[in-house]
């Protein structure tokens, strides 16, 4: 649909509708172009008139916290919808119990289990992304999953029809689950296990220092890049590449961390191609070598 009848279509959601909105500064990349139409959901029934109103007759991106997505420089030809603040609460709905918007930041999260003295949730404090993306790619680290804490998913379609999911009931894998792709995550439920303030926080201390000794922090990076070709090999993606790659390779200002080899770094002003061409040339690379075809764990929006 061309910009003036999406003007017209939504304007009824001035102040919360822009367009031609440049993306580069909302993920931890800093690259990528502009989006045709940008959206900021205050609260459901704002997000559901919105949704029905588009009819589904725009592509649709969903924006968490930026953490691991590689944006085009090229005009995104659709809409990006950001959650806005009332899918920022957390509440405790019994004692083990926590309810958490979509927008939430896991290490948030993580440390309102820990307040609660609730423990399970030592890990989030490790992922830097949002429930809505977590629960999207049951994201995970140091041995635990989204999935190991799931009770239920709160989720609307794009014609604006609300769902209720069971953990029960989704199928996750590593990194996936069998989700409609086309699910706009409004909140979850999860479980915790009680326990002692102290206890919940030595274990938070450590996983943060054990990611701070072999991640990359304070950089323009977005997490991993690939996914551990589980299926394929015993060996991590990051030894796949460490064997293949020459680590020093570079397109622009896309470079390959020094501290995690599986992590990627615009250390400059590196551009969409320029990261693109570092993904290829290093996936390209591991396959020649080992024979194994990568899968990247970043989302690449063109």
Same mark, same amino acid.
């Given at each position: 649909? @061309?910009?003036?009848?999406?003007?017209?279509?939504?304007?009824?959601?001035?102040?919360?509708?822009?367009?031609?909105?440049?993306?580069?500064?909302?993920?931890?990349?800093?690259?990528?172009?502009?989006?045709?139409?940008?959206?900021?959901?205050?609260?459901?029934?704002?997000?559901?008139?919105?949704?029905?109103?588009?009819?589904? *007759?725009? +592509?649709?991106?969903?924006?968490?916290?930026?953490?691991?997505?590689?944006?085009?420089?090229?005009?995104? !030809?659709?809409?990006?919808?950001?959650?806005?603040?009332?899918?920022?609460?957390?509440?405790?709905?019994? !004692?083990?119990?926590?309810?958490?918007?979509?927008?939430?930041?896991?290490?948030?999260?993580?440390?309102?289990?820990?307040?609660?003295? $609730?423990?399970?949730?030592?890990?989030?404090? /490790?992922?830097? #992304?949002?429930?809505?993306?977590?629960?999207?790619?049951?994201?995970?680290?140091?041995?635990?999953?989204?999935?190991?804490?799931?009770?239920?998913? *709160?989720?609307?379609?794009?014609? #604006? +029809?609300?769902?209720?999911?069971?953990?029960?009931?989704?199928?996750?894998?590593? +990194?996936?689950?069998?989700?409609?792709?086309?699910?706009?995550?409004?909140?979850?439920?999860?479980?915790?296990?009680?326990?002692?303030?102290?206890?919940?926080?030595?274990?938070?201390?450590?996983?943060? $220092?054990?990611?701070?000794?072999? &991640?990359?922090? +304070?950089?323009?990076?977005?997490?991993?890049?690939?996914?551990?070709?589980?299926?394929?090999?015993?060996?991590?993606?990051?030894?796949?590449?460490?064997?293949?790659?020459?680590?020093? &390779?570079?397109?622009?200002?896309?470079?390959?961390?020094?501290?995690? /080899?599986?992590?990627?770094?615009?250390?400059?002003?590196? @551009?969409?191609?320029?990261?693109?061409?570092? %993904?290829?040339?290093?996936?390209?690379?591991?396959?020649?070598?080992?024979?194994?075809?990568?899968?990247?764990?970043?989302? %690449?929006?063109?």
């Amino acid at each position: 649909m @061309k910009t003036d009848q999406l003007k017209k279509l939504l304007s009824n959601f001035d102040g919360n509708i822009f367009f031609d909105y440049d993306l580069k500064k909302k993920n931890w990349f800093n690259i990528g172009g502009k989006s045709k139409v940008f959206f900021k959901a205050d609260h459901l029934n704002q997000l559901i008139n919105f949704l029905k109103i588009l009819n589904n *007759q725009e +592509r649709i991106f969903i924006l968490g916290a930026g953490s691991n997505i590689l944006i085009t420089d090229n005009l995104f !030809d659709g809409v990006v919808i950001k959650m806005g603040k009332n899918f920022s609460q957390i509440t405790l709905h019994s !004692d083990d119990i926590i309810i958490a918007g979509s927008a939430v930041l896991d290490k948030s999260l993580s440390n309102f289990a820990l307040e609660n003295h $609730l423990s399970g949730f030592e890990f989030l404090s /490790c992922i830097p #992304g949002t429930i809505g993306g977590g629960i999207s790619m049951n994201a995970g680290c140091f041995g635990k999953e989204f999935k190991d804490i799931l009770i239920s998913v *709160q989720a609307i379609d794009k014609l #604006g +029809r609300v769902i209720s999911i069971p953990a029960k009931e989704i199928k996750f894998d590593y +990194r996936k689950n069998n989700i409609p792709e086309d699910y706009i995550f409004l909140s979850a439920s999860f479980k915790g296990i009680k326990s002692e303030k102290n206890k919940i926080e030595t274990v938070t201390n450590e996983l943060k $220092l054990k990611k701070e000794k072999n &991640q990359p922090t +304070r950089v323009k990076t977005s997490g991993s890049t690939f996914k551990n070709p589980i299926s394929q090999s015993s060996k991590k993606v990051w030894q796949l590449i460490q064997e293949s790659v020459p680590l020093n &390779q570079s397109f622009g200002d896309a470079c390959i961390s020094k501290k995690h /080899c599986n992590f990627f770094v615009n250390k400059g002003e590196a @551009k969409f191609q320029d990261m693109k061409k570092l %993904i290829d040339f290093v996936s390209e690379k591991v396959l020649k070598k080992t024979g194994i075809s990568l899968e990247t764990e970043i989302k %690449i929006l063109e």
